[in-house]
């Protein structure tokens, strides 16, 4: 006979908070979001990774790649590169994330020496930056050759085929600092030459990087940036449990900080296996499974040596696996349990495994309760899909600008084997993702900002100011139907339509 379970299937926007004292002493600005994301030995050891901020980008090819891995980790959070792409690629992308120096921007607006106007134009139109360096072969570290900014050239009388050898500025009239140079000594080269960028050059004058006025300001602003004891950014990567004795291996060597099995319905031999080979061959890499929305999977990864568990079935805004599949559970359900299972194997074992809320947020506040409801961390995919930082194309649908955001288990993800590897398209007899579009929201760090400004407001609103203390005391009720027509704005006439998350 099946069993069924009591308690119903439920979702954030089915919960609330009940505010606690709010103290004199609890305030916004105490509020420390840190939090650790692999498991510890609680009360005897610290926790060996923590990041800075309790969010992470989701293992999707429309969200984390190496721009939005920068982006996130200079605020604080931690993406997970996606693993449906070839080894090669997705390793590439970690070490981009690795090699980059907060303040030296790899450029990637470059043209050889016999270009015309016409193709700085086409570089800065796909681009969207005003600096192109001039190189000898047209690549990111050619011999720099010169720079051309939009001070170098009149559009109204500049012919689009003018060579740009004939108006770019040429590296004997540019000022160019020595790689290994640090970025407040790049700084002070700046503001002494009144000058906007500085392209930085190796020894045999390669072009390594430029480090520009605005960026280095930027740097002052992003105090939580999230960093390696070597300094660098860190990134996490995605894996599967087909290729990992090739894939784990590189990703490993391109110097990925952390690991996660990615799959839509963690609970299963294949994935203990991967931890297993893992835990056996790579034992210094730190490694998540999932998903699981219950105890007994939670159990199961955990034993088969999980170093955190990611928890949703079905709750991603592009996700289908409920209505294809019939498997799934709500979120809040989902989490609600499984924290308590992970507290349940603490008290027994006194190791703590963090666990991770993974899809389903659609308002800032869901951010909340779900680490009220015990996630120590949580991954968005559609949230950060809506940034400039991530890969997909920004586009102008019926009056609003709009970017791509697809479902890893839809068709146009799982094409990537076909055109990656020139190999056959993953045969599929059906697709537990969709092909969307959701709204452009401008720049990552604002939005980010403004979300954990929410976040942080309503801990204090609980009376707490650590992601722990959170947990330990927040309360929670049921919302009725009707008491969440009570929640949005009511028997007004609203002036704009649109709903703030
Ligand atoms: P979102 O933040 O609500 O957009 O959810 C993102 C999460 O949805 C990811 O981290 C995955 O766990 C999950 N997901 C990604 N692609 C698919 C898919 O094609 N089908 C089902 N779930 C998916």
Redesign the pocket.
Known sequence: MAMIFEQESRTFSEYLLIPNLTTRLCTPDRVDMTTGIVKYRKGVETCPLRINLPVTS???QAVSDSGLAIALARTGGLSFIFGSQSIASQAEMVRRVKKYKAGLVQSDSNIGPDSTLSDVLAVKARTGHSTVAVTDDGTANGRLIGIVTSRDYRMTRTPTDTPVKSFMTPLDHLVTGREGISLSEANDIIWEHKINQLPILSEDGRLVGMVFRKDYDDHKENPDELLDNQKRLMVGAGINSRDYTERVPALVEAGADILVI?S?DGFSQYQAETLQWIKQHNPEIKVGAG?VVDEEGFRYLVEAGADFV?V?I????????REQKGIGRGQASAVLEVAKARDAYFAETGIYVPICS?????YDYHMTLALAMGADFI?????F?RFDESPTRKLLVNGTYVKE??????NR?RNWQRYDDGGEAGKMAF????DSYVPYAGKLKDNLDVSMAKVRATMCACGSVSIEELQQKARLVVVSATSIVEGGAHDVIQKESERHG
């Open positions: 989701a293992v999707m990615d839509s998903n990611k949703g079905g709750g991603g805004s592009i996700c289908i696996t993974d899809g389903g947020i659609v991954m968005l995919g559609r949230y899909a955001y697809w479902g890893e288990g839809s993800a697709e537990e993702g969709v």
